[in-house]
């Protein structure tokens, strides 16, 4: 029978998008994954922290004891206020390996283009994502976060780790050619 564990999770940015009746408020998702696709039938906790930050940091807690419990060693965050909180001790991840994205705290579209850039997208390529329209999910509209990286690929998904929402890789070029398809 195939284990529908997956290998990590990811926390996401917040999500201001996110809406309850009439009213916006911000949204942490946190999305058990294989790789970068949200496992079906995971680990999905969408955490409601509109002016509480102890609301997030219970839900890290609960999710880091998930993580050991389920044998998950690596966590991605994408939260400011979480790597913050790891930083000054007030979350603690133990053995948790914790993946950052990259050196850059993404914030919204500015900040995930800086990552692309930090990731060394080339230039021509992050012009037509920006063109295309392709750095929001295609489903709800919100901004694509960066869900993994290696020294080869930099992979998108939607912060919401839904089914069906828009996630995909770009292939970087191989460091030592420079990219002359422009
Ligand atoms: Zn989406």
Same mark, same amino acid.
């Given at each position: 029978?195939?284990?529908?564990?997956?290998?990590?999770?990811?926390?996401?940015?917040?999500?201001?998008?996110?809406?309850?009746?009439?009213?916006?408020?911000?949204?942490?998702?946190?999305?058990?994954?294989?790789?970068?696709?949200?496992?079906?039938? %995971?680990?999905? !906790?969408? @955490?409601?922290?509109? $002016?509480? &930050?102890? *609301?997030?940091?219970?839900?890290?807690?609960? /999710?880091?004891?998930?993580?050991?419990?389920?044998?998950?060693?690596?966590?991605?965050?994408?939260?400011?206020?979480?790597?913050?909180?790891?930083?000054?001790?007030?979350?603690?991840? %133990?053995?948790? !390996?914790? @993946?950052?994205?990259? $050196?850059? &705290?993404? *914030?919204?579209?500015?900040?995930?283009?800086? /990552?692309?850039?930090?990731?060394?997208v080339p230039?021509k390529r992050v012009?037509d994502l920006?063109?295309?329209?392709?750095?929001?999910?295609?489903?709800?509209?919100?901004?694509?976060?960066?869900?993994?990286?290696?020294?080869?690929?930099?992979?998108?998904?939607?912060?919401?780790?839904?089914?069906?929402?828009?996630?995909?890789?770009i292939?970087?070029?191989?460091?030592?050619?420079?990219?002359?398809?422009?």
């Open positions: 029978m195939a284990d529908e564990r997956g290998d990590n999770l990811l926390i996401s940015n917040f999500d201001r998008y996110a809406t309850e009746g009439n009213e916006f408020i911000a949204v942490v998702y946190i999305t058990e994954r294989d790789r970068y696709t949200a496992i079906p039938g %995971g680990y999905h !906790e969408r @955490v409601i922290v509109q $002016g509480d &930050r102890d *609301a997030l940091r219970q839900a890290v807690r609960e /999710a880091f004891d998930y993580a050991r419990r389920a044998g998950i060693l690596r966590v991605q965050v994408n939260n400011a206020h979480v790597l913050d909180d790891l930083e000054a001790g007030i979350l603690d991840a %133990g053995d948790l !390996e914790i @993946v950052d994205p990259g $050196g850059v &705290r993404p *914030a919204g579209m500015a900040g995930l283009i800086a /990552a692309l850039r930090a990731h060394r230039e012009q920006i063109q295309q329209d392709d750095l929001r999910c295609g489903i709800c509209g919100r901004t694509l976060e960066i869900s993994d990286s290696d020294s080869e690929t930099v992979y998108l998904s939607c912060p919401t780790g839904e089914d069906e929402h828009t996630d995909y890789r292939d970087l070029p191989a460091s030592e050619e420079p990219d002359r398809s422009a």
